[in-house]
């Protein structure tokens, strides 16, 4: 563990904070889980026991390593609760208004060297910095989707964000057996600027006819040597963060270019979001997922 952080708190308990207060608690970390929806935290939990479990059977960790993680993960039910700690990530919903009224809710709540961090995959990290009172305190933590599983936290300093929060920030990750990189603060900053306007294209190439859903996601995990198709990755990822990723790009960096493909828009108007709602460019309704299109 790094000497300044013990205590960690994660806001939001979905599938991306969930998986991260898993990571840091394998790190040796105290784990605070807060979500807006307390029901939420007995799922989220369960489900963190479930992949720690899974863990053990793989024998990536031992049995020994679960447990202590486990017993250092507490749900919290209000932000004052959460807020005493030594690092707060955020991992609410990638929505700019409601990621800045998690800060704004939160700030009172905070000890006075609080480090704050969102793990944010396309939203300036200026900008949310700006809704707190510590933008010198504030840096982007982007853990990538499984969180204990994936090896890279990517890292970006807002204008304000310190060198000496920024060399806390990499020394976390690192502790947590994770690789770092720097990314500038642009909008999607370095995997996501790359990666999402290749599934938009994806879903372009379905849009357009080129290929259906089976051809494309063959064509890429055999053509390029991808572990998931795109369209797959998509369906993992959530169809709403794609677009949300799609439409930080194409407001931010005005190119024509990352313009949300219309199919795309329409599976999430329809609220087939992927695999967490049942049905996105895959029926999960049985035990096979199965192409839509």
């Not at 793990?119 to 809704?131: C, D, G, V």
């Not at 828009?265 to 967490?276: C, D, H, Q, S």
Request: hydrophobic content about 45%; aromatic content about 6%; charged content about 15%.
């Amino acid at each position: 563990m790094t000497p300044t952080i013990k205590t960690v708190a994660v806001i939001g308990a979905g599938q991306m904070g969930a998986g991260i207060a898993h990571a840091v608690a394998l790190g040796g970390y105290q784990v605070r889980l807060y979500d807006v929806a307390a029901d939420r935290l007995p799922v989220a939990l369960g489900a963190i026991a479930t992949a720690l479990a899974r863990q053990v059977e793989r024998q990536t960790i031992t049995r020994a390593q679960a447990d202590a993680a486990l017993a250092g993960i507490s749900g919290v039910n209000s932000l004052a609760e959460a807020g005493g700690v030594d690092l707060v990530i955020e991992a609410a919903v990638e929505d700019e208004a409601v990621k800045k009224a998690v800060f704004a809710d939160l700030v009172p709540h905070l000890g006075p060297d609080t480090l704050l961090a969102s793990n944010t995959s396309s939203i300036s990290i200026t900008r949310l910095a700006s809704a707190t009172d510590r933008p010198e305190r504030f840096i982007g933590l982007h853990f990538l989707t499984p969180a204990p599983v994936m090896q890279l936290v990517a890292i970006i300093r807002g204008i304000a964000t310190s060198a000496a929060t920024y060399d806390v920030a990499v020394a976390f990750a690192e502790s947590l057996g994770k690789t770092t990189t720097n990314a500038e603060d642009f909008p999607a900053f370095i995997v996501n600027r790359i990666l999402v306007p290749m599934i938009n294209e994806a879903i372009y190439t379905l849009y357009e006819g080129v290929g259906n859903v089976a051809s494309i996601d063959t064509a890429l995990k055999l053509g390029a040597n991808h572990p998931m198709g795109p369209l797959e990755l998509a369906d993992f990822m959530g169809l709403d963060v794609v677009l949300a990723i799609m439409n930080v790009l194409y407001d931010g960096l005005a190119d024509s270019k990352y313009r949300p493909c219309p199919l795309l828009v329409k599976y999430v108007e329809a609220g087939w979001l992927g695999r967490k709602s049942g049905r996105g460019f895959y029926d999960y309704s049985g035990e096979t997922p199965v192409p839509t299109r």
